[in-house]
């Protein structure tokens, strides 16, 4: 055991390839289901390290979202565990307060993440029963690689952790500039010119309407289909509404109910171009994950003609598109709000309990945050961060009662007395 922790030099001239014994949990992602497991697990007198490849905590919200987001759920739906929002935070924090929300989370749970760290391996060593989890930090000459040396591993990367780039014809040949949504920050600069914004989910439909109220004029790609809801209606959050009657009916009956108000609100929307999917708003994202848009002015915008809805993009041609009902049209830029996916399936070595797809298969062991030899999953059961929150309440107990229980006869020679002392580097 002795010779995995020693401190070994490969590469004398870029690398230091350190070796560290990590007393408790690796927690892989500092934003909100990292600090949520980790304050959980501070609670329960579990040490823990977190490693962020970023330099700050909510790497998502601090770097890739754009100016004017708002959370879109009430406030109650997005807390963390142990720590509710401030009382003078309005019913819709914007990007800010919940940024100033997770600092105050972490320094209140002494939470301070390895940052710079990027988890480039995870596997579980069958013969020592470890978990062995390599980053790299650092520019290429000073390129520092380590290894974290663990018993349980917690993924907490999320499930926007990469960027969605489409595969179109003609797009990398552009004249104009493409970005991604994450890289969006305010229409401000884009007044006046025509902006294509594929894709029509949450991100698509914000974006759209930021460019609109900029005075740029969007066109907004609707390929397939897209569940329009307002975000409120009759002044109550039509989530919590959702959230109430699921409690009471079955989920088929609780769309049903959804789509006759959303009627009554918003009209026939499939006239503007935005066909409803055959499945139902909350049924479509527990079985695919796909969230429903909550509206928040682009149907107003879209009704008045300042967002223009068109059809699936064929191909590009210098500046111009050409969409599939033939229609071609100038633009000037592109930003591409087509998503994001999982990265686990690029680090973490291991196919039992997390599919191709970077989630859990949830089918096994009927948990989507316990698997097996000590992997665990915050914040991939496509519910938000009431989700994440849930998830990282469960991982900490279930982590927190074997700590209890190892930590309570030490005997000299067990691994549970190893396990006790205070996280050593070699
Ligand atoms: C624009 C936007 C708005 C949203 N609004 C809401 C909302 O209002 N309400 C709601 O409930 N949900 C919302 N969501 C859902 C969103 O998933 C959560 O808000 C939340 O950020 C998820 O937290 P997370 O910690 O799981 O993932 P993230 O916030 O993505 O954090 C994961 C962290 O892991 C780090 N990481 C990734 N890979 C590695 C690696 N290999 N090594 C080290 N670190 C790594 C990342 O840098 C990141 O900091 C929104 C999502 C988006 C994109
Ligand atoms: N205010 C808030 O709180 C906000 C929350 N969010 C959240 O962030 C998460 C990510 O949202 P978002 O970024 O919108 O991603 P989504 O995955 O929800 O939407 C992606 C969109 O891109 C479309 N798309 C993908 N590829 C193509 C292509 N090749 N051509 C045309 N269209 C394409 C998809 O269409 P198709 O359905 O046909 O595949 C879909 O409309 C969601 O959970 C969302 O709720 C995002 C923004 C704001
Ligand atoms: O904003 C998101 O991405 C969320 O996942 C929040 C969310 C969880 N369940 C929902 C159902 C309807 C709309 C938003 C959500």
């Known amino acids: 055991m002795e ?10 001239e870029a690398a230091t390839n350190r070796c560290i014994w990590v007393n408790g949990p690796v927690i892989v992602g500092a934003g909100p289901s990292g600090l949520a497991t980790a304050a959980c697990l501070r609670e329960q007198n579990v040490p823990f390290v977190v490693l962020e490849r970023a330099d700050c905590i909510a790497s998502l919200w601090q770097k890739r979202t754009y100016d004017r987001l708002k959370l879109h759920l009430p406030k109650q739906f997005c807390q963390l565990p142990k720590m509710p929002f401030p009382e003078s935070f309005p019913e819709y924090p914007t990007k800010r307060q919940f940024i100033d929300y997770l600092e105050s989370y972490a320094s209140r749970f002494g939470i301070s993440p390895k940052f710079n760290e990027c988890v480039q391996t995870a596997r579980f060593d069958e013969t020592s029963g470890l978990w062995r989890v390599k980053t ?52 401000e600069k884009f007044a006046g010119k025509k902006v294509l914004v594929v894709g029509c989910g949450n991100s698509g439909m914000e974006v759209s309407l930021d460019l609109a109220n900029h005075l740029a004029k969007p066109s907004m790609v609707v390929r397939s289909s897209v569940h329009v809801m307002p975000r409120e209606i009759m002044g109550k959050s039509t989530f919590e509404l959702a959230m109430k009657m699921l409690k009471w009916f ?48 682009a149907l107003e915008k879209i009704r008045s003609g300042n967002i223009d809805v068109v059809p699936g993009v064929k191909r590009f041609n210098g500046n111009r598109v050409e969409l599939v009902n033939g229609e071609q049209l100038d633009v000037d830029s592109v930003v591409l709000a087509t998503g994001y996916r999982s990265n686990v399936p690029y ?10 797809n970077g989630f859990p298969k949830t089918a096994i062991g009927n948990s989507g945050w316990k698997g097996r030899t000590g992997l665990y999953a915050v914040g991939f059961t496509r519910r938000g961060l009431s989700g994440a929150s849930m998830d990282a309440v469960n991982i900490a107990q279930d982590i927190g009662s074997v700590w209890k229980l190892e930590t309570k006869q030490p005997t000299k020679r067990s691994t549970g007395s190893l396990r006790r002392c205070i996280s050593q580097q070699f």
Not at 3 to 12: A, K, P, S, T
Not at 163 to 181: C, D, K, N, W
Not at 254 to 259: C, G, Q, S, T
Not at 347 to 356: G, H, I, R, T, Y
């Open 136 to 187: 790299v930090s650092g520019a290429e000459s000073t390129r520092t690689e380590v290894e974290y040396i663990c018993r349980w591993l917690v993924v907490a990367t999320g499930e926007n952790a990469e960027r969605v780039m489409p595969e179109i014809e003609g797009l990398s040949e552009f004249t104009g500039e493409v970005i991604h949504a994450c890289d969006y920050k305010s229409g």
């Open 3 to 12: 010779n995995m922790f020693r401190l070994i030099d490969h590469d004398q």
């Open 347 to 356: 680090w973490l070595q291991e196919s039992e309990f997390f599919a191709k």
């Open 250 to 297: 079955p989920l088929w009956l609780v769309d049903k109910i959804l789509l006759v108000l959303c009627w009554f609100v918003l009209g026939n929307i499939e006239r503007y171009g935005l066909k409803r999917p055959e499945m139902g708003p909350m049924e479509l994202k527990s079985a695919k994950g796909k969230t429903p848009v909550l509206d928040i002015g």
